[in-house]
């Protein structure tokens, strides 16, 4: 039988792959890695673009909403890091930090005047 995960050619009678030791007769699915770093500038991103519709132009609800999907986006790659025990997780986490800052500031300040 031949191993879903490593292409390994084993015995019929084989339960478990000889090479990777993976569960013959179950699909491997490959994870999808994401790159922490990238998503960290992604929230910084957000932040500041949560902050823009306040300054220019009064647009309250962009900003909330903006401001919104940038708490729960920062709040994930601030923690990500940490969490898988990343080596230099300073600038993601700061990246995070920041953009996660611009975006409760631009959520409380929007929510303030929309009330």
């Not at 909403?65 to 600038?91: E, H, T």
């Amino acid at each position: 039988m031949k191993c879903s995960k490593c292409g390994f050619n084993n015995p019929e009678e084989a339960i478990f792959c000889e090479k990777c030791d993976w569960k013959l007769g179950e699909t491997y699915i490959p994870e999808m890695k994401v790159n922490r770093t990238m998503l960290s500038a992604v929230a910084l991103v957000i932040g500041i673009v949560a902050i823009i519709p306040i300054v220019i132009k009064d647009m309250y609800i962009v900003s909330t909403v903006v401001g919104a999907l940038g708490l729960v986006i920062g709040g994930y790659s601030f923690n990500a890091p940490r969490l898988l025990k990343m080596d230099n997780r300073q600038i993601p986490m700061a990246l995070s930090a920041i953009g996660l800052i611009l975006s409760a500031v631009a959520f409380i300040y929007s929510i303030a005047f929309l009330v």
